[in-house]
């Protein structure tokens, strides 16, 4: 159900090195020195959480009433509505009543119905026959018409790219395909099965380097070679075999770039989008030996198995009605709105652009605004990075979809580009300048053509573990440093300060494993919310709000696991409380007070470190509305309980101050949790509540004992902020 995920498995038994022991009490020190908060937060904004395309038939398992009212109980205000159609390369027909370019076929480009006199509930995506892409990253069982051995199929870029929709060159936005080997052989000639619309000027080019789609694992003087004969000129009309180098060219990644278009459309086409862009039919490359043989590298089939990879530009739009994936579902915006999931507060909306029109875009928030539904932020697409698309052609297609969108509803704020998560930040291959900054670049298009002010908010996905076996003890210790890093990261690419960054999607692993089904998950959960919130982020959305079950992923490791706040049985109803759950309720209700008014953040350490220097327990304060402070603890030690005091360095003259009067204390730990595998049939042999206790005159020195892997929220009267008898402005 839902997106397939690896696993890390916990390994309890491993101990982090420089452990304290538990007689020796730790220093938490809560920083107000400063005067002012670290930042600020509304509990109705900064609490969020996910909801994502399913399969077939889960909408109306899983959208019951009794899986809302428990799911609601986790204390998440606002929704992102995640967009499994954009990953999956479809069309997302966002109503399934509309009306398509070619009514009579039934095929062409569509534009859902603006209105509806139903319900909508249960909506779908269409494949793209004109796909060159491989694999995708939702079900991945599509497949690249390039080497499909079929003359008849054809990839296509897309036509929204081209001039007349740009305004620009064809040369600003070339259209590419790359061809992986597997491993590196010797290519000198190519052969282009070409359909119509043409390139009219082309290159050949080989990767001289590691890996162009992970860029972060080339060294830095790696880049994208011209062959000996690569540049093309009206070579498309031939089909012939070229030569493109003398001499053998050992390569494993080769690339076709395309700058030029021959603009014509096929024959009886009337539709101007059919002749916009480049169409190929298949693709051979391999060698021309000395008696002019021409032996083929590529491995060609209808099945991603048995082809040669391929990754492509863009993909054209156009489908067919025999393309609806019958196998995915997305919920409609009328059963998500009228669910009660939204609490009634706009909901973080997204438009398909890659994949899709602006005209059906268009039609999105014309029904959505006759409908009178809280709509405020819109996501323009979702993972271009994962999707290979250049920061420029994003750049030009959210500049379309932004001018027709605002004709609509010009307060509208529109943002991305929801990236995947990237632990070494988000790279493109580097231009003429050398620039190889994905964000940096993107905002320099739209600086470039007048259009920043369209962009007012960031958005990123954060997963921070992809490691399949490792143990979750020393990556706990890690998870920190990962996100600080990206964060600066951003900053100095140019991502502005004074617009909202948002988390829509959060949690263990982009991958489905045992640690997601374990207390690391919730230990870590709290940590991205309390880090993120603390180093500026507005709003953070955890991934897998539905209930869901364990799958196996990938099967190196015998580990089942999966992202979500509850376990469901067979028929889709809530079975029980995972602990990703527990650790949401002491976020959204014991940390935070549940009323949206505003709580401030302020820095937090812990003297209690590793031989890395890595904290081994991690603290995040925060001053609530009701004047209380409550801290929330983190004991990253799968064995070890950690006993520490609580302080506060004031502003004034450094003086020290303490948590004083009735200390309420909530904590969660294996001692309420443990998970029997057993495969897909997994389940919690003990699944309770978080433990309550109170300590009714706290001291100086009253120490706390935090168990081992555990999540502590501390709250009780203390120093009052000097920043905080200024009254709180309004939600």
């Known amino acids: 159900m839902i997106k397939t995920r690896c696993w890390i498995f916990p390994f309890i038994g491993i101990l982090l090195t420089g452990i304290v022991r538990a007689e020796d009490s730790g220093l938490i020190t809560v920083d107000l020195s400063s005067g002012h908060a670290a930042n600020t937060f509304l509990p109705n904004q900064a609490f969020g959480a996910g909801l994502d395309g399913l399969e077939k038939g889960d909408v109306t398992r899983l959208y019951t009433a009794d899986n809302i009212r428990q799911m609601k109980s986790a204390g998440f205000k606002p929704i992102s509505y995640r967009l499994r159609t954009e990953l999956g390369i479809e069309v997302w027909h966002w109503n399934e009543k509309g009306v398509w370019s070619n009514p009579k076929r039934q095929e062409g480009y569509w534009v859902s119905n603006d209105h509806s006199a139903q319900p909508i509930m249960v909506t779908h995506g269409y494949r793209l ?16 018409r390039l080497d499909d051995n079929d003359p008849k199929t054809f990839w296509k870029s897309n036509p929204y790219l081209d001039q007349h929709y740009t305004g620009e060159d064809n040369a600003l936005h070339p259209q590419w395909v790359v061809i ?31 890996d162009p789609i992970y860029l972060n694992e080339n060294p830095p003087d790696s880049r994208w070679r011209l062959f000996q004969n690569g540049d093309m000129v009206d070579k498309a009309k031939t089909n012939e075999v070229l030569l493109l180098s003398q001499e053998f060219i050992s390569a494993r990644y ?50 991603k198995d048995k082809q040669t990879i391929i990754y492509t530009s863009s993909t054209d739009p156009w489908h067919r009605v025999s393309d609806k994936d019958p196998n995915v579902e997305q919920p409609g915006f009328d059963l998500i709105m009228r669910s009660g999931l939204s609490n ?29 539904y809280p709509v405020t932020q819109i996501e323009m697409g979702e993972e271009p990075d994962g999707q290979y698309i250049t920061p420029e052609d994003y750049g030009a297609l959210y500049r379309q979809w932004a001018k027709i969108i605002h004709k609509i509803n010009p307060r509208l704020k529109l943002g991305g ?17 050398g620039n190889s900054s994905w964000m940096n670049r993107f905002l ?93 982020g507005h709003t953070a959305y955890l991934y897998g709000y539905q209930p869901n079950t364990p799958i196996l992923e990938p099967e190196t490791c015998d580990q089942w696991g999966n992202l979500m706040l509850f376990l469901a049985d067979d028929k889709g109803r809530i079975r ?101 595998s057993q495969g897909e049939q997994g389940y919690p042999t003990r699944s309770n509540p978080p433990e309550h206790f109170t300590i009714q005159s706290a001291a100086a020195s009253t120490p706390i004992t935090l168990p081992a892997y555990s999540l502590t929220i501390v709250r009780g009267q203390g120093p009052v902020p000097g920043d905080s008898i200024h009254p709180d402005p309004a939600p």
């Open 129 to 144: 026959p004109r796909r060159g892409n491989t694999f995708d990253q939702a079900g991945n069982n599509g497949y690249s």
């Open 180 to 210: 992986d080997f597997g491993q590196r052989i010797d290519v000198n000639a190519a052969r282009i099965l070409w359909g119509t619309p043409y390139a009219t000027f082309y290159q050949f080019e080989y990767w001289d380097g590691v």
């Open 254 to 303: 080769v690339r076709i770039l395309l700058t030029k278009a021959s603009a014509k459309a096929p024959i009886k086409s009337r539709d101007i989008r059919d002749g916009l862009g480049y169409a190929i039919r298949e693709l051979y490359f391999g060698t021309l030996d000395d008696k002019g043989r021409f032996h083929d590298e590529i491995r060609h089939g209808k099945h």
């Open 344 to 372: 009634h507060l706009p909901i973080l909306t997204p438009v398909g652009l890659l994949y899709d029109t602006p005209e059906n875009s268009a039609a999105e928030i014309r029904f959505l605004k006759s409908r009178g």
């Open 417 to 433: 580009p929801g990236f995947q998560t990237d632990i070494d930040g988000w790279h493109a291959w580097p231009d003429a300048q």
């Open 444 to 536: 320099n298009d739209l600086r470039i053509h007048h259009r920043l002010e369209d962009f007012n908010f960031f958005s990123f996905e954060w997963y921070p573990f992809d490691g399949i076996c490792d143990p979750a003890a020393p990556q706990l210790a890690k998870a920190p440093e990962l996100l600080d890093k990206v964060m600066q990261s951003l900053r100095q690419d140019g991502v502005p300060a004074n617009i909202p960054w948002i988390i829509t999607e959060y949690g263990y692993s982009a991958f489905a494993g045992r640690t997601e089904v374990e207390i690391p998950s919730a230990l870590l959960n709290a940590e991205i919310v309390g880090q993120f919130l603390s180093l500026g």
């Open 576 to 676: 029980a409380p995972m602990p990703t759950y527990y650790g949401a309720k002491l976020l959204t209700q014991a940390w935070a007070q549940p009323v949206n008014r505003l709580h401030r953040l302020y820095p937090a350490s812990s003297n209690l470190k590793n031989d890395q220097g890595q904290p081994l327990v991690t603290a995040y304060a925060v001053y609530r509305p009701d004047h209380q402070w409550a801290l929330m603890l983190i004991n990253k030690s799968p064995q070890q309980a950690q006993s520490v005091t609580i302080r506060f360095l004031q502003s004034s003259d450094k003086e020290i101050a303490f948590l004083k009067g009735k200390l309420d204390i909530f904590q969660y730990s294996p001692k309420q949790y443990a998970w029997h």
